[in-house]
C-alpha cells in the first residue's frame, strides 16, 4: 500500500493542489470583490466591495476535505454528503458548489462564467444577497452553518437508515467545545454498520476561534488521542501547513479511513453481525487562513485568530492593502484555473464527480427528493371507545404508542422515535413490541429482562435532548420522518434549536429548488399540571412563547384533550411537511371526552363548542367557558357540572380549543380564525373564561385584535408550585373547577350578588382540600377519577 | 503506604459501614414512611405513605461517597462542599445533612430524635413538603438537581478563587450523557492550582437510567480510561459491589486522590507555578440501589433500572411487599444506629465532622454567608461627555468596559467576567487591561501577540454558554459576584438553565436561612438590529420572553439606550442582590442620548418623558411616542424629527423607558407604575406608538391590565430578515423612522387627510433607501451617522 508521501502521483497532486487554489481563489473573492472577478485588470479599489464581510479562517481548511473526497468519491463511486460544522466559513461550501456546476443549476444567473462569477461574489454577505455561513440557501448543505453545535448529530441522523451514504462532517474546533458537540460523539454507540450508513468526523483543528485559541488544538497529541480512542473512535492524525505534503497525507489518510468504512460495513453486512467498531476519524491540524496572508502591516495573520474573518481590511483606503490583496489572490494563479470564458478549466472540472455524486448536488442534501410518504395505518382504529363523554380514563399517549407501533411496523428503515430515556416513562412502550431501542454499546445477559435494547431499533434514546434533535433533524433533513416525545419542563434545552430550525424551514419557503420534507413532531408530555410530585423546577410551560415567536408559515401547536384526539391530530401532523408541529399532551391517565368521529371532526376544525357540555342552546350564554389542554379541559367541564348544579339558570357556552393558531387572527396565521367566525364563537360582548395550560400571556397575544377581547379572562400557570397533589397544584394557579366557578361568578353581572353563597362554598371547598392534601398527602376525592355526569352528546 | 484492602482498621470500618447504613436507612425511610421511624414496632400498612415518591437508585452509592470524604475532612481537616450531579438522588444529601445535624439547626422541628425523624420522613416528597431531588431547601446544596447536566460546571465554579475548597461533585452517569456536561469535563483547562481550590469528580457509574443503561456504564473499561485522559484527568477506579471490599477500596483510592490534589496544590503555590496538572478523577462503579432488595416478585431490582425510584411499591396493598420492605428496612439494623431517643449513637456521629467541615453546613454552599459587596468604582468617572443629545456616537459596551475594568481591578479573586470567546468582539476588552483571560491549556510564543491569555485571569471565555452559566452559578452561590456577555441571538442556549435558576432565585425567598447572594448579571449584546450583516439565524430577541414566564420577584429587564444609561443600569445589578439581570444593550457604536446626570435621573425612574424630544409642553399631546432599546430609541427620535419638520403643529410626547418592568401594573411586579403615574405618562386615550427592542406582543403582556392598552400600538421584530443594511433590517420590520411616522399618520385624527402627501414621501424614502442597498451594499445614508438637530436639554 501506499505511504504518506506517495499516494498521488506527480500530474494528480498537482491537479488537485490547482483545483484547491480555484476553491480559495473564490473564496477570497467572494469576501472582496464586486469587479474584475478573475483580476483580469489590476485590482482597483472600485472593484472592492463597499463593506467587507465573511470568513476566511476556516474556508481553506474546508475546501481541502472537500477535494480530497471528491477523488474518493470519484475513485470508489461514493454517495457522500458534506456537512460543515464550522459554518460561517460557508465560502467553501459555496466555491465546491459553485465549481461543480451545481450552484449554475440552480440558481442560473449565476452561471460558470466571468459574468456568473462576478454575480456569485456579489451576492455574498451582499443586502438582498446570501449569508455567510452555510443556510439554506446553500446547495449540498442541510446543516445552517450560524449556531454551532450540531454538526455531527446532524451528520449521524443523516445516514441512519441510508446504508450507502457517508456523511463527510467538518467538526470546528470551536464548535467542539459546545456541550451538544462534546456529547454528539457518542452517537457511534447507536450506529449500526448494516442498516446505517458512516460518518466520518474530521475535526478540524483550526487552531483558533475568533480571538481565543481552541481547548482541544492546546492539549497535548497523547490527550487528543486518548479522548478520540475513549469516545470509541480510531483517530487519524493529518498535521502541517506545506500543501504538497500535506495533500498526500491527506489522500493518504482518507483512503485509509474510506477502506476502513468500507471494511467495517462489509465485515457486518456479510456476517449480519452488528458490532460497534472503531470507526475511523481524522483529527485535521492547518493553519487557520491557510494560503491566505502571512501577515499584514507586520503582524502575524495566517496561522493565527487574526485570519478568523476578514484577513485584510481597511481595502478600499489603503492602497497598501489592496496590493496586498491582489498579491493574495494572484497567488493562486486564476489565470491558470480559469479558461477565458471564466469557467473552471476542463482538465481540473474532471476531478469532481458528476451528476448526483457531486456533494452539492446528492440529493440527500435535499431530502425531500428522497421522501417517501409514510405508510399510514388508520389512526380511528386505535380509538378509544366512548359509551358516555368524559367517564373513563385512558393515559393518551399510551393509545398513540399504540398507534406509532404500527407506523414503525409499516415504514421500518424510513421512520424513527425518538426520546431522551423516557419513551417508556412517557407511556409509549408499545412501540417496543415493533421494534426495540438501537444499542450498540455493550450489552449484559439481564438486558434481556425487558430491557428492549436492538442493534437496529427503530426508537432512539439517550439522555440528551441536543443529540436527539439534533439526529431528528438530520433524518428529516435528508427525507425521512419521525416522532420525538420529551418533558415539557426540558425541552427548553433545545429552545435555540428550534429556533434555528424553524428559521431553515421559513426560508426554505422562498427556494423554489428545495423539495417538501418532513415535518419535525415533537410531542410535549409529562405536562405541569401533573408535575405536582415533582415540583417547582419540573413546571414550565413556556416553550408555546418560544415557539410562537417564529413565523405562522411554519410552526403550529395543538393541545389535544383526550386520546381520541391526540391520534387525530398525531395522525395530520406525520402527514405534513416543512413544518415544527408540537404537541402537547400528557402521559397520566386522563378523560376521553370524545368518541373518536367527533374527535376528528373536533380537531378536523381546531376549536368548536361542545354541545354537550354547554346548555346555551337557542339562547345567548351568560358566559363562554372556553379551555385548551387536557387538565384544563377537564377542570372546565368539572366546573360547568358544579355551575349547573349550584346555578343552574345560568346559561354556559363551552369551547375548546385544539388548534392553538385558530384563536389568532386569520390574517396573521393561515389556521386563523376570521373575525366574524371567531365573534360568533365567542360572542361580542359575553365573558370569556379560558382556562390554559400554559402561561395565560400567549391568549391574550393570540387573540389581541379580537372584539372581544377586553372580555377575555385567562388562567393558567402562574409560577406557583412546589409539592403537591395534582388538585392543591391547579388550586394555586387558579385553574381548578372551584376557582374558575369563582371566577364565573365575579363576571357575570349579578352573580355577585345571587350566588355570594355558592362563592362560599367554593372558597370551602379550596381550604379543605388543601387541608387535606397536606395532611394526607393525597386529593380529598382524588381528581384524577372524577366524572362528567352532565348530559351526553 | 496502605494497600487497597488494609487502609481501614476493622473497627473503623465496621463504623464507617454502620454510619452508611444509618444513611441509607434514612434514605430508604424517607421514601416510605409516615409513621414508625425506628421500626420498633411491626410494620403496617398504616405506617406507609399514601403516595410512594422518591428515587432510590443513586442514593447508597451518594452516601458512600459522602461518609468516605467526611473521614478525609476529618483526617485532613478539609473544607469540602458536596454536589449532587443525580440530584433525583436528595435523600443521600437530605440523609447525610440529618445526620450532622445541621437539618436539625435549619429546620428545628425536624429534630435528632423519634419525633423529628418522622417529621423529616414525612414531609419527603409529601405536599407542602420538599422535593426528591437537591432543591434550595436542602443544606448543603448549591445545585439544583431536578434538571440535569450542570454538577461538573457548579463544581468548578465554586471553587474558583476558593484555594482551600474542594468540590466533592457527584456526576451520575445518565446526565453525563448530557451535553453540557459532556463538555464541562474541559473545565479543568481553567483550573488554576495556586488561587483555586479542586474539584474532585466522582463519576457514579450507576449502570442505569430510569429505563436504560448508561452508555458510559457500557463502553469497555479502556475507552472508560482513555476518555478521561483525554479530557485530561488521572482516573482512578473504584469497582464493585461487596460493602467491606468497597469500603477499603473506597478510603484507599479517595485519599490517594485527596493526596494527589494536596500535592498538586503544593507545588504550584510553592513554585508559583500555576500550570494544568492531570487532577484527580474517579470512577465509582457500584449497583443501582446498592443494600436495597435484590429482587421482588421474581424480578431483579438491586443493580438495574427497576431501582431508580421506588424500587418495592403498591405496599400498602400487598402483604407481601409490606414484608419484603420491613425486611429491607431491618437489613439496617436501625436498632444498633439510633440511641433510645432517635439520635444517631455517639459513637457514630463523632465519625462526621463538626461546625462548619460538615458538608451541610460548609458556609460556601451557603454562599450569601461568605458574600463580600464589591467595592465599586464611581461609576459617573467613566460617562462619555455629552455636549449635545443624540449627537455623538460610542460603543455602550466599550464604555463599560473601561468601567468593569476597575470593578476587576478593585476586586480580584471576587468577581469574574463570563463570555463565549466574545469578550472582545463585545468590546469590553478594556478589561484586559486589569487581566487577561483564564488559559491553562498550553500556550504559543505568538500568544503574547494580543492573546491576553493568563493563568490567573478574571475573564472567562470558552465557547460553551453552558459551561460559562454554570460556572458564573456556581461562583456567584458561594458567594462571589460576576458579569456574562452573551450574543442575544444564541442566547436561547441557556433558556433553560435561565429557568432553573430564577426558580433556585425564587423559592429561596421562602428560606430564611439561605443568606441573600449576588445575582446573576447577563449582558446580551450583539443585539437583532445589528445582525443585519449575518442575517435571519442571527436574529432572535426572545430570551426576555423566556424571562417574563418567571416569578416578578427575582427577574429583572434593563434596556438602557446608551452608554451613560448603561453605566447606571450595570452599577445598580453589580449591587443587587438575589436577582436575574437582564441587560439588553448592543456593542456596535450608538447615539449617546443623555449625560451622565440626566441618564442617573431618568435610569433611577426606570421609564421618563424626555423632554428635548417632545414638544407637547404645556398642552395635551397628540401622539405619544415611547420606545425601549438603543436602536429603536434612535429611530424613535429621527421620526420625531422627521415629523417635526413636515408637520410642525404635531404634538408629540416622548417616552423611553429603560426598565422593562415599569410597565407592568405595580400589583404584578414590584417595579411597577401604579395605574395613576401610568396613565400621566400614556394618557388615557390618545395613540401610543411603541418602538421596542423585541417581539411587540411582550409590550402588549406587560401593558394588558393599563387603560389606553388599546392604543397601544407596537412596533417590533417581526422575524423578518436576511442579509441587509441596517436601515433595511428596521424597514422590514416597521421599527425604522420612515415607517414610525407612517404610524403616527395613521393613527391620530386627521393626519391621513392632511398629511396624506407626507406619507407619499415618507413611502418614496423607503423604497429608496432599500434599492440603494441592494445596489451598493450599504445604507445611502449611513444611519448609524445620524444625529439629533431639534432642541436641547
Known amino acids: 500500500m501506499s505511504d504518506q508521501t506517495n499516494v498521488l502521483s506527480t500530474e494528480e497532486l498537482g491537479k488537485i493542489n490547482a483545483y484547491w487554489r480555484a476553491c480559495n481563489y473564490l473564496s477570497a473573492g467572494m469576501i472582496y470583490l464586486k469587479g474584475n472577478p478573475l483580476l483580469r485588470e489590476k485590482l482597483k479599489a472600485e472593484h472592492i466591495k463597499n463593506r467587507l464581510l465573511g470568513h476566511w479562517g476556516s474556508d481553506p481548511g474546508q475546501s481541502f476535505i472537500w477535494v480530497h473526497m471528491n477523488r474518493l468519491i470519484k475513485k470508489y463511486d461514493l454517495n457522500a454528503i458534506f456537512i460543515s460544522g464550522p459554518g460561517h466559513g460557508a465560502p467553501a461550501t459555496l466555491a465546491n458548489s459553485y465549481l461543480e456546476g451545481y450552484y449554475s443549476e440552480v440558481y442560473p444567473d449565476k452561471s460558470c462564467d466571468e459574468v456568473g462569477m462576478l454575480k456569485f461574489f456579489k451576492q455574498f454577505s451582499f443586502p438582498g444577497g446570501i449569508g455567510s455561513h452555510c443556510t439554506s440557501e446553500t446547495p449540498g448543505s442541510i446543516h445552517e452553518g450560524g449556531e454551532l453545535g450540531y454538526s455531527l448529530s446532524h451528520a449521524y441522523g443523516a445516514v441512519f437508515d441510508s446504508p450507502d451514504l457517508i456523511a463527510t462532517c467538518v467538526v470546528g474546533d470551536g464548535e467542539a467545545e459546545t456541550g451538544p458537540l462534546a456529547t454528539a460523539w457518542h452517537s457511534n454507540k447507536f450506529l449500526n454498520p448494516i442498516v446505517d450508513g458512516a460518518v466520518l468526523p474530521i475535526l478540524h483543528l483550526n487552531g483558533y476561534k475568533i480571538a481565543n485559541p481552541s481547548i482541544l488544538s492546546r492539549i497535548s497529541h497523547q490527550e487528543l488521542e486518548y479522548l478520540f480512542l475513549g469516545y470509541g473512535y480510531q483517530p487519524y492524525f493529518v498535521e502541517g501547513h506545506e500543501p504538497e505534503l500535506m495533500h498526500q497525507k491527506m489522500a493518504h489518510t482518507m483512503e485509509q479511513c474510506i477502506t476502513e468504512i468500507k471494511r467495517i460495513q462489509k465485515e457486518a453486512r456479510d456476517s449480519k453481525k452488528a458490532v460497534r467498531p472503531k470507526w475511523p476519524m481524522i483529527v485535521l491540524r492547518s493553519p487557520k487562513g491557510w494560503t491566505g496572508p502571512k501577515q499584514i502591516d507586520g503582524k502575524k495573520v495566517e496561522d493565527f485568530w487574526r485570519a478568523h474573518q476578514v484577513p485584510i481590511s481597511n481595502v478600499t483606503k489603503s492602497p497598501k492593502h489592496l496590493e496586498a490583496v491582489e498579491e493574495w489572490f494572484k497567488s493562486y494563479k486564476p489565470e491558470e484555473l480559469f479558461d477565458e470564458s471564466g469557467a473552471l478549466i476542463a482538465e481540473l472540472k474532471e476531478l469532481a464527480p458528476t451528476g448526483d455524486r457531486r456533494m452539492s448536488a446528492n440529493p440527500h442534501a435535499n431530502g425531500g427528493k428522497l421522501r417517501k410518504p409514510l405508510l399510514m395505518p388508520r389512526f380511528q382504529d386505535y380509538a378509544v371507545k366512548v359509551e358516555k363523554n368524559a367517564h373513563e380514563y385512558i393515559s393518551p399517549t399510551h393509545v398513540l404508542g399504540t398507534f406509532l407501533k404500527d407506523v414503525v411496523k409499516k415504514n421500518l428503515h424510513n421512520f424513527r422515535v425518538f426520546g431522551p430515556d423516557e419513551t417508556a416513562s412517557n407511556k409509549l412502550d408499545a412501540i417496543y413490541e415493533a421494534s426495540g431501542k438501537t444499542w450498540l454499546a455493550d450489552k449484559l445477559p439481564e438486558d434481556e429482562d425487558g430491557g428492549n435494547l436492538s442493534c437496529d431499533g427503530r426508537v432512539m434514546e439517550m439522555l440528551s435532548e441536543h443529540t436527539l434533535q439534533g439526529w431528528f433533524e438530520g433524518y428529516v433533513l435528508t427525507g425521512r420522518h419521525g416522532f420525538f416525545s420529551t418533558y415539557e419542563s426540558f425541552v427548553h434545552v433545545i429552545d435555540s434549536m428550534f429556533n434555528q430550525h424553524a428559521k431553515w424551514l421559513a426560508s426554505c419557503r422562498e427556494i423554489k429548488w428545495r423539495a417538501p420534507i418532513s415535518s419535525i413532531n415533537l410531542l410535549i408530555t409529562s405536562l405541569v399540571w401533573r408535575q405536582d410530585h415533582n415540583g417547582f423546577t419540573h413546571q414550565d410551560p413556556g416553550f408555546l412563547d418560544v415557539v410562537a415567536n417564529k413565523s405562522p408559515d411554519v410552526v403550529r401547536v395543538y393541545m389535544p384533550p383526550d386520546a381520541n384526539c391526540l391520534l387525530s391530530v398525531a395522525d395530520h401532523c406525520l402527514k405534513s411537511v416543512n413544518y415544527f408541529n408540537v404537541i402537547v399532551s400528557d402521559k397520566q391517565d386522563h378523560l376521553t371526552f370524545l368518541d373518536m368521529e367527533s374527535a376528528i371532526a373536533h380537531c378536523t376544525k381546531g376549536i368548536g363548542i361542545w354541545d354537550w357540555v354547554s ?69 361580542m360582548d359575553k365573558p370569556v373564561i379560558f382556562n390554559f395550560h400554559s402561561y395565560s400571556s400567549l391568549i391574550h397575544k393570540l387573540t389581541y385584535s379580537r372584539k372581544n377581547h377586553s372580555n377575555i379572562h385567562v388562567r393558567g400557570y402562574k409560577e406557583k408550585g412546589s409539592i403537591n397533589t395534582p388538585l392543591e397544584l391547579l388550586i394555586i394557579n387558579g385553574v381548578d373547577r372551584f376557582n374558575l366557578c369563582i371566577d364565573v361568578i365575579d363576571r357575570v353581572p349579578h352573580l355577585q350578588r345571587t350566588a355570594a353563597h355558592v362563592k362560599e362554598w367554593l372558597k370551602q371547598q379550596i381550604l379543605e382540600s388543601v387541608t387535606y392534601a397536606h395532611t394526607e398527602g393525597i386529593d380529598r376525592d382524588d381528581i384524577r377519577g372524577w366524572k362528567w355526569e352532565g348530559k351526553q352528546q
Open 615 to 683: 346548555n346555551d342552546q337557542g339562547v345567548e350564554p351568560d358566559v363562554v367557558i372556553a379551555c385548551a389542554g387536557d387538565v384544563p379541559t377537564m377542570e372546565a367541564v368539572a366546573a360547568v357540572q358544579i355551575l349547573n348544579q349550584k346555578i343552574p339558570d345560568l346559561k354556559i357556552r363551552f369551547i375548546n380549543v385544539v388548534d392553538l393558531y385558530r384563536l389568532m387572527n386569520d390574517r396573521e396565521h393561515p389556521h386563523g380564525l376570521r373575525d366574524s367566525d371567531f365573534d360568533s364563537l365567542f360572542t
